[in-house]
């Protein structure tokens, strides 16, 4: 399943859920309702089955639950050796411990802490995590149980 995360305000998170009520209320759950240029954009120019009444009931709930986004960053030695999160998610590693590094695997940016200030990482790239929101939910639970006990 492909999915897309856009960050919006408090007024365009309202204009969408006003939006998809307003396409629900007006039937547009039911593909014989629609004309076709609106169609073609729920269905995604017929790549996708649109969502019904039920549906749109079900994205209205999700996106006013505001869950967090979560993930699991495994890590080894000091190295990170995977990132499972519920979504996909681009990230990238900045590891701060150049020291016995060849000029060519390192590279300068802008400090996280101070502005102006820039400080020197390992050279790395942009890294996508497995997507996997039952392992997610499902390891998450469990820390949630061991730390409520203490």
């Known amino acids: 399943m492909s999915q897309t995360i856009i960050s919006v305000d408090a007024a365009e998170l309202a204009t969408i859920l006003a939006a998809l009520r307003f396409y629900q209320r007006e039937g547009q759950g039911e593909p014989s309702n629609r004309c076709d240029d609106i169609h073609h954009i729920a269905t995604d ?3 996708q089955i649109s969502l019904n009444s039920e549906g749109i009931d079900a994205l209205c709930e999700r996106i006013n639950l505001d869950e967090p986004i979560r ?5 080894e030695g000091g190295l990170i050796t995977g990132v499972t999160s519920i979504v996909m998610l681009e990230f990238t590693v900045l590891d701060y411990d150049v020291e016995g590094c ?3 695997e390192v590279m300068t940016i802008p400090s996280l802490d101070v502005d102006g200030k ?5 050279k790395r790239g942009f890294y996508v995590s497995e997507v996997d929101p039952d392992v997610v939910a499902s390891l ?3 820390i949630e149980a061991i730390l409520a006990k203490e």
Not at 118 to 122: A, E, L, N, Q, T
């Open 102 to 104: 060849d000029d060519d």
């Open 71 to 75: 993930c699991l960053i495994g890590l």
């Open 45 to 47: 120019g017929d790549t």
């Open 140 to 142: 998450h639970r469990a």
């Open 118 to 122: 820039v400080v020197d990482v390992f």
